[in-house]
């Protein structure tokens, strides 16, 4: 997955690199970007995304080359015509910085089982004269919270405590000052530098005595010898070395090791990457490590670029699950932990990869769900960790219930899993109730909901009925979903009395659905809480419900399951009757929104993709009607130049009767930018509906824009391409699943129900290279690549499959496939 390019510009690149061990850091090829522990320890000072043209507060090594001074990141006037080429792979950097005396070559990565940060700098003599090296390094650190950055960044620095070492720079902050209040602090931070055979002559981390009067850019003290170390100052890494000499083609290695630790290693382990070899084996290791996931998942599909492309993608979800959707320049919200839509969308892909943590992961989840269907927002670094919400404000995002089901139902797809719906998990309890608009008094210390005084478990398939039922009944007065502070779109956030969610009305009713054909599958009775059975049977309304369960004391019945499948079906068929006769703007596309005066939104001109993604995705219309709304969504969304399907048109105001996205200027971000995760959810959907031509004109538009130069797009696919077709938002977005998803289920075809495999591929003539197209996959825990061949060129519609071979043999069934398969197309 390396990839190299020649930057004749800053495009604003930047890399995530990071461990299992919890360090990450985001890092540019001009060396700026940031490197944290978690929201509390930021190492280098936290960026954002001007950051990625300001480096001067992160990684530099200044050179002063026959007295000329030249920065590692570039940033002098005189290097402004370098030559710089940038190398990134899984997950590292290198950066090949060229001018007409030197060239620097630095490797950048973290390593898999320390908590460093490490750079080797090789400074080479590319002229004919002789070079007299001076270097020092530039490292400021930062060393606290992310909090303090402005709120008590001075006092903050009247903690630090550091020490001079051989070779570089402990520094141990006494205290640690954040909104939890003042606490010792017991991590370090470090820099260190080594270069082979020469000596460090001086050691400065007062950044004081480095600017010595002059600024970071022109700093004056880089020569000053035997300053003290920084106490109760802001600190830099700046470790010095005695001059050193480079004839024509000679050159010297420097080391750079930055890091955290609660341990008092860091000296030790810091050295250890002094050593080339070691350095060079780590990296390796690196390589592996990441490796290890994207061999779990790829395609040969289009060309080579999509398919290189496709890679990284694969990588997205990784980096997802643990940057949250923090800590990278664009993602510069939240404090760490995850939101409760994007944990159930990010476990699409670990089902994918058949990573061995999902059962758990997945049962967990299900205990961060309330009695009465809302659930807790964020949640923890650990397993079963969950809290309100970050800023103890509680939302409701009317879409929070329909993803468990979405994505449960694919795990038990992958491996036949049924018995999983019958697991019993605890529900969450804090002080709120009634779909969080009322508060109550007595709730469980730790936080799981009690039934006469004992932790209540009900099984996964009662939450998810409880989910289900109480959103889909918590309607508006146009009779669909009420759209609470938001739904899937964070940013309509202003309609909390009188919005409504046309588009999720779908999934919620649809999932009422899958429901039914699940619990057919099972035998029943089936068990559940009192109110729960009342409510599915309408002998409560949701209101009273809210109130049965506000102090909870339920009977646990029995129910038949016919019947429970006979009165899902009914709300289902009744909702769908519903939507016929009320969304839809004549007959051409879907309502989306009510806003907060209680009006519909849309008219004939305009349009918002999520009412249209979501009625696809859910399957709730016919095909007819559904190949209407496809023709309306081209015609008014369709804009290739921007990458795609775009997420609304121009409403041309404010709208602060909906929500904060029409604040933001037209083409930005949730006011119709082209939203890669929505545009995927719609293409999936046109997939469902067969309509393979237009879903794939709709995804690869998007990847070739992301391929395309100008849009700026270091590796993977964006949150979104802006006005200016820019893609913003790299790596860390929930839309990498579901592309994944999309080739893997529908252009692949590799569909699993209920543990059976049956192949049913949507290729288009163009997905094949050379008349093959390629996915390898873990299929019930079995690493497969199927391949299917399709000699005479043929589109889809006009292929079906007429031979299967593996491990040389044709095959008929598909339920033992356990080796690589060969699938050959011809005419119908
Ligand atoms: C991001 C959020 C996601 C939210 C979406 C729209 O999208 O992570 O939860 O639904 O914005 O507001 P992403 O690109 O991650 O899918």
Redesign the pocket.
Known sequence: MEKIIKLDKNYGHYLPLFNLKGLKASITPYFGGDLKLDHHHFVLEPVSELSLFKHQLSRNVIFTVNGQRYFLNGDTEIQQNDEVYLTIGGLYQKVLRKNALFDLSTTSFIPVDDLVEVHKIEIKNNSLKVLEVDTITAIPLYGRSADNLRDHRHVTSLLNRTMHKSNGILMKPTLSFDERGHLENHYTYSVFADIKDIKVNRIISNLDDFINGGSLNFPRGLNLKDTKPANGYEVIGAIGFEKFILKPNESKVLTVVIGVSKEDDLEKVSEKYFDSKTFEDELKKVEAHFKSYTDKLNFEIENKETSELLEWVTLQPVL?RYFG?SYLPHHDYGRGGR?W??LW?DLLSLIMFNDSSVNELLFNNFAGIRIDGSNATIIGDKPGEFVADRNKIVRVWS?HGAWPLLTTKMYIDETGNLEFLLKKQSYFDDQFTHYTHQIKENISEDHKLKLSNTTYHGTVLEHLLLQNMVAHLNTGKHGFVKLED?D????LDMAHDLGETIAFTHFYANNLKVLADLITELDGPIEMFESLYLLINEKIDLHSFFNRVKHFNDRIILVDKNELIQKLEIHYFRRLRHIEQFAWIKQSHLQSYVNNFGDLVDNEETMNLTGQAMALLSETLDQEDAEAVADTTKKLLFRPEFGGYLLNTNYDKVMMELGR?YGFQYGH??NGAM????AIMYIYGLYRYNLVSLGKEGFQTLINKALDKDAQVLAGIP??FNDQAVGK?LY????AS?LLKLLRDEVFGIKLVLGKLMLEPKLTQTDFINGKASITTIIKGNKVKVTYHNEKHLDYGNYKIVKMISQGQVIENLSDLKDNLEVYLDEL
Do not use: P, V
């Not at 939203?675 to 929505?678: G, K, W």
């Open positions: 997802r959707n939101g839509r994007d969308q879409d938001a899937w779109n964070d940013g996205a971000k949730e939203f890669s995760h929505m949150e979104y938002y860390l977005t929930g839309s579901w």
